[in-house]
């Protein structure tokens, strides 16, 4: 699985929109970017994924550059709920492979 | 949607002592199931891969004899830390993909393991 890295920690208010960057120079071309996120003292939690194209669901936005080197989880209306940390992982789409998780991204959202 | 589920919650326990965490897939099979590990704010560690009727398989680091996994079933998989010891404290957290929906990973709640 291709690295990637993110920033150990963010601050957004609350109702505005959360943006949360990862970099994964080394990501290949069958690897999928992936967001997890896990609320304090619960399991992981999936939000979102991509291959190139930007995705949309109904609890975040993944925007992914052209070049498929960095991508931004959008939460468009942030909540105290939104409160956690957030992981980008980049791994092969299917099959029964491991998650590898990173330091991920601590957001706080500020009442 | 999928769901995962862990019991207990959480446990304590004597030093020395066994404890079994099982996970379960609640409504679909998953012949594979992955057991992690979280010390206190630290990312997710994997610690072994679940395979149904098969040996399962440790990363590197993880002892096999200590942590012993069981998947004797498509829907459960157990994970006893056996002999448990105070650095055994953790929390311990099951996944499994459905393969009708392989795109996304199901995690379980997470079992709070302290050993006194």
């Known amino acids: 699985d291709a690295k990637t890295t993110q920033p150990t920690s963010m601050d957004c208010a609350e109702g505005r929109a959360a943006n949360l960057p990862c970099n994964h120079s080394?990501?290949?071309?069958?690897?999928?970017v992936y967001w997890y996120r896990q609320i304090h003292s619960q399991g992981p939690q999936y939000i979102i994924h991509?291959?190139?194209n930007n995705e949309t669901n109904e609890m975040a936005s993944l925007i992914i550059t052209e070049d498929r080197k960095s991508s931004t989880l959008i939460l468009p209306h942030a909540t105290l709920r939104d409160t956690a940390v957030y992981y980008c992982?980049?791994?092969?789409?299917?099959?029964?492979?491991?998650?590898?998780f990173g330091t991920g991204t601590r957001l706080t959202i500020i009442p | 949607g999928a769901v995962v589920s862990q019991h207990p919650s959480w446990v304590i326990c004597k030093s020395g002592t066994s404890v079994k965490i099982e996970c379960r897939s609640l409504?679909?099979?998953?012949?594979?199931m992955f057991w992690y590990r979280q010390f206190p704010k630290q990312s997710l560690m994997l610690m072994a891969t679940s395979n149904e009727g098969s040996k399962a398989t440790y990363e590197q680091g993880v002892e096999k004899d200590k942590f012993l996994i069981n998947h004797a079933s498509l829907t459960l998989s157990t994970l006893t830390v056996t002999s448990a010891h105070p650095e055994d404290s953790s929390f311990y957290i099951c996944?499994?993909?459905?393969?009708?929906?392989?795109?996304?990973?199901?995690f379980g709640q997470g079992t709070r393991l302290t050993v006194v």
């Open positions: 080394t990501i290949s071309g069958n690897e999928y």
């Open positions: 996944s499994a993909r459905d393969q009708s929906r392989p795109t996304e990973a199901f």
């Open positions: 991509g291959l190139k």
């Open positions: 992982i980049a791994q092969n789409r299917f099959g029964n492979e491991k998650l590898t």
């Open positions: 409504d679909f099979q998953a012949t594979t």
